[in-house]
C-alpha cells in the first residue's frame, strides 16, 4: 500500500489517490439515492423521485468507471479490499445498489432492471461462494471474528435486493422463474441475517470496543431488517402460481416481523450515536460510511410505505410518509457534506482525503 499524497499534491495526484483509496462500499450512494427516490415516488412527489433517479443511475456509472479503472491501476488495493474480512463486505453494495436502482425503473425499462438483476445476481453468487476462500485474516493473524462489523449484513442485504427486484420484476410480467429467485433470495438472505447477527453479537460481547468502534455501517442492521420486509411483502403479493401460493402467507408475516425488528433497532441506534458524537465528542466528518446511514432510513420509510399500502396495517402509511421526508433530509445532508469533501479534500487539495 502506498503512502497517502501529500496535500501540496497536484490536482492529478490528488484524483489518482482518490481512485487509489475510493472505497468498496460507495454504491452505498446509489442504494440510499435510489430508495429515496423510490420512496417519493409512493408519496406522490415525481419531480424531486425523477431527480434522484437521474442521480442514482449517474452515480451508479461513474462508480463501474471509477472500479474499473481502479482495478486496472491500483490492483494491489483493490484485491486488498476484496480479500479482507473488514472490507470486503463492502462489495455487496454494487448488488445491492443496482437492484435498488433496476426496481426504481423497472416500470418504465424492465429490459433494464433485468439485466441489471442478471448481473448483481451473477456477482452476489460466484462472491458468496467465494468468501470463505477469498477473504483471509488480517496480516497480524487475529481471529476474524474481531473485524466483523456493520458492514458484514451487506451480505443479506445484497440477497434482499434481488428479492426485491425479482418479486417486482414478476409482478410486472408474471413468470414462475421469477417468483423462484425472489422466493429464494428472500430465504437466504434472512439467513444471512441471522448468521451476520451471531457474528458481529460475538464481537461486540468477546472483544473490547470504544465510541470510536461504533462506525456508521452499524445501521445496515436496520437497513438489512427493512430491506426483508419490503421484500417479502413484494413476495406475498406475487401473481397466482405454485411458488407463490405455498409461501405466500409465511413470507407476509415474516415481513412484519422484520419490520419491527428494524423498528425495535431504530432507538438503539440514535443512541449509540449520541453517545459517540455528544457524550465522547467524536467529530462527525465525512466519510463513504455516512450513506450506511441515509440507506436504512430511506428503506425503513419504504418497508412502513410497502406494508400500509399492501397489507392495510393502519399507522404505518403515516411513519412511512414522515420517515421518507427524514430520509431526504438525512440525503441531503449527507450530499452537502460529500461535496464539500470532494471540493476541499480532493479538488483543492487543503487536507488529505480520508482512505
Request: net charge positive; with cysteine.
Amino acid at each position: 500500500m502506498s503512502a497517502p499524497v501529500s496535500p501540496a499534491a497536484g490536482l492529478d495526484s490528488r484524483l489518482r489517490e482518490a481512485t487509489r483509496t475510493l472505497s468498496p462500499g460507495y454504491f452505498a450512494m446509489v442504494m440510499a439515492t435510489g430508495i429515496v427516490s423510490i420512496g417519493l415516488h409512493a408519496e406522490h412527489a415525481d419531480l424531486l423521485s425523477r431527480i434522484l433517479m437521474v442521480l442514482a443511475t449517474a452515480g451508479f456509472l461513474a462508480l463501474l468507471v471509477l472500479n474499473a479503472r481502479r482495478l486496472l491501476r491500483h490492483r494491489e488495493e483493490f484485491v486488498w479490499d476484496f480479500t479482507h474480512p473488514s472490507r470486503s463486505f463492502g462489495f455487496y453494495t454494487f448488488v445491492a445498489g443496482g437492484n435498488v436502482l433496476g426496481a426504481r425503473i423497472a416500470d418504465t425499462h424492465y429490459g433494464s432492471a433485468l439485466v441489471l438483476l442478471v448481473v448483481t445476481s451473477a456477482f452476489w453468487v460466484l462472491r458468496g461462494y467465494a468468501l470463505p476462500w477469498t477473504t483471509r485474516l488480517a496480516d497480524d493473524e487475529r481471529p476474524i471474528i474481531t473485524a466483523a462489523s456493520g458492514t458484514w449484513f451487506m451480505w443479506a442485504v445484497g440477497a434482499q435486493s434481488i428479492a426485491v427486484s425479482a418479486a417486482t420484476l414478476a409482478r410486472l410480467r408474471p413468470h414462475e422463474l421469477m417468483s423462484l429467485i425472489a422466493l429464494a433470495a428472500w430465504t437466504i438472505g434472512a439467513f444471512l441475517y441471522l448468521l451476520c447477527g451471531v457474528f458481529v453479537a460475538m464481537r461486540l460481547m468477546a472483544h473490547a470496543f470504544d465510541a470510536a468502534d461504533l462506525i456508521p455501517p452499524y445501521w445496515i442492521a436496520m437497513g438489512a431488517a427493512a430491506i426483508t420486509a419490503v421484500a417479502g411483502t413484494e413476495i406475498g403479493h406475487l401473481p397466482p402460481g405454485p411458488y407463490g401460493d405455498i409461501a405466500r402467507e409465511l413470507v407476509r408475516g415474516g415481513a412484519l416481523m422484520a419490520w419491527l425488528l428494524a423498528s425495535w433497532l431504530v432507538p438503539a441506534l440514535i443512541g449509540l450515536g449520541w453517545w459517540r458524537h455528544a457524550t465522547h465528542r467524536i467529530p462527525l466528518r465525512y466519510t463513504p460510511d455516512l450513506w450506511s446511514i441515509a440507506f436504512p432510513v430511506g428503506m425503513y420509510a419504504v418497508a412502513s410505505q410497502t406494508l400500509s399500502r399492501d397489507d392495510h396495517l393502519p399507522g404505518l402509511g403515516t411513519v412511512g410518509a414522515i420517515g421518507v421526508w427524514v430520509a431526504v433530509v438525512v440525503w441531503l445532508v449527507i450530499s452537502a457534506m460529500g461535496v464539500g469533501h470532494v471540493v476541499r479534500d480532493v479538488l483543492l487539495g487543503r487536507r488529505p482525503a480520508p482512505g
